[in-house]
């Protein structure tokens, strides 16, 4: 089992304004991701699941312990761009992300960085294109673009890099349904297909419904770890921290406290189903 | 009405004009506005009207988005013609009240006038419409890479102007979003006087500002995760390269100048 | 009397160019005073064009809109008035705040509209009052607030102009679970005490499913469907092929059904159905 991500008491803090405390985001995150997985950090606005994602590849540096992408320190300066290769970032906002005003120029900036070979950037920009479903959009303009399609031309940007995981720190936030739908799809494709490391940030959760393992967040340290069904048997907790937990869950919960007989960790609508007419038919 | 503008637009083709170096297309316009300037004859810019009116063709971009780029600059092209109509000294005057007078030469610069604007504003739309900025940014680079010797920063430079001509699309989608939403708080951008008109956009342009430096930062940290780092050994997906079709094209390019010079000298 | 009413609306873009599209057609509904009604559709529906016609941003190609029965566009030059009298509470309307304080932007609306005074300032309080901030956030600058806590001003912006109808596109987009619920709740609250009459345009299912009396289903410009909440989630198939999702609970309940079991599927929160099970198990199961 190798690791993709490992942090070691993991501190940050944002600059204050002069004569404040500084105040910490993170206070000692111990954290491995392993190669390969699907993992989804939830968290409530300002639990500190952002800034931890930015510190995945050197955009932020730890103020204390240390964050290593395969092995690699990333507070070593001279590895900062085998570091940003290794571990590419989707954000929010689709708009703020897209350099170029033609789709397949957009997806080349990372290779014409790393300065590769020109026909090499051609097959990587095809290839990016593709396995994320746009390759009829080659060369389109990505304003004109719906924002699913255009967070799906970010991803693309980052393959094109390719590197060995993936971090969307809130990329489907701004997105309508369809939009959301589009980039989980593809996302959860690049994962099984490529083996792509994926990590992603979300406050949806029923975004987290068929990862691997999923982090809940909170003031700064890790809360809750597990697979999804560890986590969201979790109701009282998860409330508590601000978060909701998935209407099935929330019914299964409702019926426990009358006494039925089901699990809580059937969080699909098919599963749980399931459980209720198997607790009926108990009877 | 902001979506009007269509300055730095791109209209994706793959037409012989959307194929040719960025760099031939920039000397061409180079060339083309030479020419105009030296036309002095209805001839000549009878000459330079077929010129746009045969790249226009190969470009495949419909006439109306030209005209429509004319649009923004109709103030300015009314202005001088008026003003050359009017106040052009010289014989024969045609019609004449107070200090206000037409003349045949006025008549023939206001036409002129009005002829080299609209051809010149045309013809460089005609360039970034068939020119995506990137590669328009790449070619003024490699047109200016001389200037590196004298630390000029081309490099910077024309990423800035690149990323200029990228958001100057969602600039413009977001004003008109943030002028709806005021709108609806009751603004009003219409009435009053030149200083309530100024302070009313106040309530714009502090938003916008603001907005545009947060999309600003949020973009430099996506290239740097993108493993941005200056133009330092960086390679590009497109290759300028000369071809037969270039060489053509600034031949012809410096025919039509010829052309147009010696029209001049011989007075026509 | 309905207080806005919708008649064979059509709004055409780009009229006599190639790219001639209408955003909305033939659209006729109407909104009764204190009614809360939600409209779904997925981007591209028409949803954005038609809700800045009910405040007159943009003026119909066709048809009419009728606030208290009259038409909103009788006199043209009036049309500022509208404004007022329909609140449009635009997507991320915390992108729109400009002023110092929180107090002066909130203030910007009701000071358009002509008050002044003691007026203005009861206006501002009460707007902040039902959004939820405190007094000592009104002289704060808004953009040290958090991205909520904006969202409120923005939103308080619009209600100090006591508009007659609100319409809300998306207010809780991008927010997390619970600051969601909890400028949810204000507008329930708002609803509730001062019987508004409120317009909610959401994507979330959920969102519309726990708020609204009545649902319309917007479909590439036209209206696809409307009814109560119930009549409207029965038909999932539909709302799936209109690119739409429907509430989780009302999968499970589906799933149940096609179990065999005796449920209601115009189900759509987890209390109900949680009744709904309760009583089966009560009565002795399907079996």
Not at chain 1, 74 to 86: N, W
Not at chain 1, 104 to 129: H, S, W
Not at chain 2, 96 to 124: D, E, K, Q
């Amino acid at each position: 089992m190798s690791n993709m991500i490992q942090t070691e008491s993991l501190r940050f803090a944002y600059p204050a304004d002069e004569g404040q405390k500084p105040v910490y985001a993170l206070r000692g995150v111990d954290l491995e991701i392993e190669k390969g997985s699907f993992v989804v950090i939830l968290g409530h606005n300002g639990s500190g699941k952002s800034t931890l994602a930015k510190t995945f590849n050197a955009v932020l540096l730890p103020a204390g312990g240390k964050v290593y992408v395969e092995g690699m320190d990333t507070l070593d300066q001279d590895l900062l761009l085998a570091i940003r290769q290794r571990v590419g970032m989707v954000f929010q906002n689709p708009d703020n992300q897209i350099v170029a005003n033609v789709v397949e120029e957009d997806v080349a900036f990372a290779p014409e960085n790393l300065g590769v070979p020109t026909e090499e950037i051609r097959r990587r920009v095809d290839g990016a294109l593709k396995a994320v479903g746009m390759d009829e959009f080659v060369t389109h303009a990505p304003h004109l673009l719906s924002g699913g399609q255009k967070q799906r031309i970010a991803i693309a940007g980052v393959i094109a890099m390719e590197p060995a995981c993936v971090v969307l720190d809130e990329a489907t936030a701004m997105l309508d349904p369809i939009g959301r739908r589009e980039v989980l799809a593809t996302i959860h494709r690049l994962n099984q297909e490529k083996g792509i490391t994926v990590i992603l940030i979300t406050h949806h959760m029923n975004e987290a419904e068929n990862a691997d393992r999923v982090v809940v967040m909170n003031d700064g340290r890790v809360d809750l770890d597990g697979t999804p069904e560890e986590v969201f048997s979790q109701v009282a907790r998860l409330r508590h921290l601000g978060l909701t937990v998935p209407d099935t869950v929330d019914l299964l919960d409702r019926l426990r406290q009358k006494g039925w007989d089901v699990p809580l960790d059937a969080l699909r609508a098919e599963d749980c189903a399931a459980a209720v007419a198997g607790a009926l038919e108990k009877k | 009405m902001l979506k009007d503008i269509t300055l730095g637009q791109y209209f994706p083709g793959n037409t012989a004009a959307h194929k040719l170096d960025p760099r031939t297309k920039i000397l061409l316009v180079v060339l083309y506005i030479t020419a105009l300037f030296t036309a002095k004859s209805f001839l000549a810019y009878g000459l330079m009207a077929l010129v746009l009116a045969v790249c226009v063709r190969v470009s495949k971009v419909g006439l109306r988005a030209l005209v429509k780029g004319l649009k923004p600059v109709l103030f300015i092209i009314v202005f001088t013609g008026v003003l050359n109509l009017f106040f052009t000294p010289g014989e024969g005057i045609l019609w004449a009240w107070g200090p206000l007078h037409i003349t045949s030469s006025g008549l023939r610069n206001a036409a002129f006038m009005v002829l080299r604007i609209m051809l010149l504003i045309m013809g460089t739309f005609l360039l970034t419409y068939t020119t995506s900025p990137i590669s328009l940014t790449d070619g003024l680079e490699r047109l200016l890479n001389g200037l590196k010797r004298f630390h000029v920063p081309v490099h910077e430079l024309t990423m800035i102007m690149s990323i200029a001509l990228r958001f100057i699309p969602t600039l413009i989608e977001e004003t008109d979003k943030i002028m709806s939403a005021q709108k609806a708080r009751g603004a009003d951008f219409e009435s009053g006087n030149l200083m309530e008109k100024a302070k009313a956009l106040v309530p714009i342009l502090v938003p916008l500002f603001i907005s545009a430096f947060r999309r600003a930062d949020e973009l430099a940290t996506a290239m740097e995760c993108r493993c941005y780092h200056g133009g330092e050994g960086r390679t590009k997906l497109h290759v300028l390269k000369y071809g037969r079709r270039d060489y053509t094209a600034l031949a012809l390019g410096v025919l039509v100048l010829a052309g147009v010079i010696a029209m001049r000298a011989f007075g026509r | 009397m309905p207080i806005l009413e919708i008649q064979n609306l059509t709004h055409t873009y780009g009229i006599g160019t190639p790219f001639q599209r209408s955003a909305v057609e033939d659209v006729s509904f109407s909104v009764e005073k204190g009614e809360f009604l939600g409209i779904i559709g997925h981007t591209g529906s028409g949803k954005s064009t038609l809700i800045q016609h009910l405040n007159g941003l943009l003026k119909p190609t066709s048809g009419q809109i009728l606030l208290e029965g009259r038409d909103i566009w009788a006199e043209p030059k009036k049309i500022r008035n509208i404004r007022f009298q329909v609140g449009l509470v635009f997507q991320y309307p915390e992108y729109q705040l400009f002023e110092e304080t929180v107090y002066k932007d909130i203030s910007f609306g009701p000071k358009n509209q002509g008050k002044a005074g003691e007026e203005l300032d009861h206006a501002v309080r009460e707007a902040a009052r039902l959004v939820g901030l405190r007094d000592e956030h009104l002289e704060k600058s808004p953009f040290e607030l958090s991205g909520g806590q904006k969202r409120r001003v923005a939103l308080a912006g619009v209600l100090a102009m006591e508009p007659k109808v609100l319409v809300l596109d998306e207010p809780t987009a991008g927010l997390d679970p619970a600051g969601r619920e909890n400028l949810m709740a204000n507008i329930r609250e708002y609803h509730r005490h001062k019987n508004a009459t409120i317009i909610l345009v959401s994507h979330s299912m959920d969102e519309i499913a726990q708020n609204v009396d009545r649902i319309l289903v917007l479909k590439s410009a036209h209206i696809l469907m409307g009814g109560t909440p119930a009549e409207v989630f029965t038909r999932v198939e539909e709302l799936l092929s209109a690119g739409l999702d429907v509430p989780q609970v009302t999968r499970v309940a589906l799933a149940l059904r096609d179990r065999g079991l005796p449920i209601d599927s115009a189900v759509y929160t987890v209390e109900a159905l949680e009744r709904q099970l309760l009583a089966l198990k009560r009565g002795g199961g399907p079996c």
